[in-house]
């Protein structure tokens, strides 16, 4: 039985998060970010989608002349992303919302790029976020998801995960979730994973839509 993820405690857990997530997740998620924007297309001009944007600590990542519209679930992370928008000023425009991932209000193949950092296994469900990723993103555009993903069922890890799962969803994400197979499930064409994060326990998942 998985794990099950309350919508409304994370959102109060990521709030209370907020001033100083930089500061402690950060330090431990920086690499999987950093690395999976080597992956994003660089031409200038996409109009892309970051879903749990947080306080902001990927927008100087982005290429210049970008379109970026980003969404948390949390306001206080949103109103910690603003202020940093503001002091930016490379050619990029951003649009910052406060928004449920599982019930987009944006129309379908909207986007030329969706990145989700570390959001699939803190939501409660997953195939529906996953579907409105799917739905937003242009055919053909890019899906970058930076998450950890359950080991494969069997392997000793997996199992180890399953039990760490409830203590590790009181500080914020669940550990026995397949992320790969709940892409693959609505329909995403994977096309990569690449390892990342401390001991190797993220994935940078690579996927397109046909």
Do not use: W
């Amino acid at each position: 039985m998985k794990c099950r993820v309350n919508p409304s405690y994370m959102e109060q857990l990521y709030s209370f998060y907020s001033p100083f997530y930089d500061y402690v997740f950060g330090k431990l998620l920086e690499p999987g970010r950093r690395r999976a924007f080597h992956y994003l297309d660089t031409r200038p001009h996409q109009r892309i989608l970051e879903i749990g944007i947080g306080p902001g600590s990927t927008l100087e990542k982005y290429p210049q002349h970008t379109q970026l519209v980003g969404i948390d679930i949390s306001a206080p992370m949103i109103e910690q992303a603003r202020k940093r928008a503001a002091q930016l000023n490379g050619g990029s425009t951003f649009d910052l919302h406060v928004m449920d991932a599982a019930n987009l209000e944006f129309p379908d193949n909207h986007f030329d790029a969706v990145i989700s950092a570390y959001v699939i296994t803190t939501v409660q469900d997953p195939h529906r976020v996953c579907r409105e990723i799917l739905r937003v993103v242009k055919p053909g555009g890019q899906i970058i998801v930076i998450n950890h993903s359950r080991s494969t069922n069997g392997n000793f890890l997996g199992k180890i995960e399953d039990l760490l799962a409830p203590i590790c969803v009181r500080i914020g994400f669940t550990t026995d979730l397949d992320v790969i197979k709940v892409m693959r499930e609505v329909g995403m064409t994977v096309n990569r994973a690449v390892r990342c994060n401390l001991m190797n326990t993220g994935r940078i998942i690579m996927a397109t839509k046909n």
